[in-house]
């Protein structure tokens, strides 16, 4: 029993989903809490997955035509107020700096919550003529919202992300420009991550302060909650004629540019730990796994045992590959790879070497197999590959099987109450029918979707005719 117990008890997700979350985060050293409340150290583990998504993004953004600039990060008082929605919706996340030094500040600086005043400022003078359009610009930073409920990589006061903000000179392409990104965030989602989304528009009441549009991707959680995943806004010219920002068009006439702006998260990594994750810890996609391979070696000090371990190692050089010659038990070391999500393990001892073979184990399925130990790279390989897809439809039909249809309010709290899920209903359109199903179930509308169905003729929740079918579910 003693190799049961060496990775600390992990509560399982049945019992308490949100303690099983946070062991799981804490003991696959993810994160360190900090005596700066809200806010979190993360640690090496944690921060390996993020440069992973932000490599692989960024290259997606560089092949769009996106360029990386960075912004300062304090905002003035009065460029934050030129836009009345935007910054009502801001407010009461906003953290002020009101001291430089011992000096009182003249105007208080806001810690940027988001860059749309910061880059409005900025291309106002950037951009004179048609010929300096588009601007596809991105950045990679640091914001601060001072959120009251704070939970690892999901809502933090300070998180990381990136924000793209970019100006053109036709509501067109400013349009296809926020769809585009939207589609680049799902095709990551489900190809990097593989995490299934939903793609479509929030709902007026759900949209971002100051935007004429919002579309977003919406992800399943194990708990059957859902998780607004990335968003990609189309802010027609209304922040253009708020800030001025104006071009010479080609007929010599003076206009003013269309914007959009989108970005994802560190939240991005909570995503994959309540996707994917089960009672042995967390489990990772291979494109994304810091380490993809780990190799264990059995009786390690047999002669010749750390030497085929190493040896495997330099053979797997196309892969992030670790050798775990720590003097712990073998069963400890198995624990410990599967509660840190590695994609595979190799076990190899000195039976194995005599045998010219080795056993690999699949951390998703659990699956053990023979590799003779000639075939170990192609083997790897095709591992990586299936596991990836795997995880991928596996996550698929887990959001089918907790997705569901309400033609009625009855319908609804039933579902929303017992078997937690996202929940498809009509919708007439108005608000006060969103507030009263947020009123009553504590769901909000997620999107939406793209991809249009008719239920039934009836608003859920009023019974007036419907105009679109939404997507509705209780949210992290």
């Known amino acids: 029993m003693a190799d049961k117990k060496m990775v600390e008890q992990i509560t399982s997700m049945e019992e308490d989903f949100a303690q099983w979350y946070t062991d799981v985060v804490l003991k696959a050293e993810l994160i360190g809490y900090t005596s700066v409340k809200g ?13 992973l998504i932000q490599k692989q993004l ?12 960075y912004m300062p990060m304090f905002i003035p008082e009065s460029l934050l107020e030129k836009e009345k929605d935007h910054v009502e919706g801001f407010a009461p996340e906003v953290a002020w700096v009101t001291y430089g030094g011992l000096q009182k500040l003249q105007e208080r600086l806001c810690v940027r919550p988001t860059s749309e ?8 003078n950037d951009i004179q003529s048609y010929r300096d359009l588009p601007k596809v610009y991105n950045q990679w930073c640091n914001v601060v919202r001072w959120e009251k409920e704070t939970r690892p990589f999901l809502r933090s006061r300070e998180f990381l992300w990136q924000e793209g903000h970019t100006a053109h000179a036709t509501a067109e392409e400013a349009e296809e420009r926020t769809i585009q990104m939207l589609n680049e965030y799902a095709d990551f989602a489900e190809q990097v991550l593989a995490i299934p989304v939903i793609k479509g528009r929030k709902t007026e009441k759900e949209k971002f302060a100051g935007a004429e549009a919002t579309y977003t991707i919406e992800a399943l959680m194990h708990d059957g909650k859902a998780l607004q995943s990335g968003t990609s806004h189309n802010f027609g010219d209304g922040f253009a004629k708020a800030f001025g920002i104006q071009f010479t068009d080609k007929d010599n006439k003076l206009k003013y540019v269309h914007q959009t702006s989108w970005g994802v998260t560190t939240r991005l990594i909570g995503a994959l730990i309540m996707v994917h994750g089960d009672n042995s810890g967390l489990v990772l996609p291979p494109k994304v796994a810091p380490t993809q391979v780990v190799i264990i070696p059995i009786q390690q000090r047999k002669e010749g ?37 590695i994609p595979v393990r190799v076990e190899i001892g000195p ?38 897809k795997d995880m991928l439809e596996k996550a698929r039909k887990h959001r089918e099987s907790h997705t569901y249809v309400a033609k009625n309010m009855e319908e609804m709290g039933n579902i929303l109450n017992n078997t937690p ?31 249009q169905e008719t239920l039934s003729d009836t608003c859920v929740c009023c019974g007036k005719p419907a105009k679109k079918m939404v997507y509705w579910g209780k949210a992290y």
């Open 39 to 51: 806010c979190m150290a993360i640690k090496p583990a944690g921060y390996a997955i993020w440069e």
């Open 58 to 69: 960024d290259e997606r953004f560089k092949a769009a035509g996106v360029q990386n600039v």
């Open 117 to 124: 005043t910061l880059f409005c400022d900025f291309y106002k």
């Open 305 to 341: 045992v750390l030497d085929k371990a190493y040896e495997l190692k330099d053979r797997l050089s196309n892969f992030r590959v670790k050798v775990d010659d720590t003097d712990k038990s073998p069963g400890w070391k198995f624990a410990e790879a599967e509660m840190r999500g």
């Open 351 to 388: 039976k194995d070497i005599e045998a010219g073979k080795c056993v690999l184990a699949r951390r998703d399925t659990g699956e053990k197999l023979e590799c003779a130990l000639d075939e170990l790279e192609a083997k790897i390989a095709e591992l990586m590959e299936t596991i990836q």
């Open 421 to 451: 899920g996202f929940v498809k209903a009509m919708w007439c359109g108005c608000q006060e029918c969103e507030d009263k199903i947020k009123e009553q179930f504590a769901a909000t509308s997620r999107c939406m979707p793209f991809e």
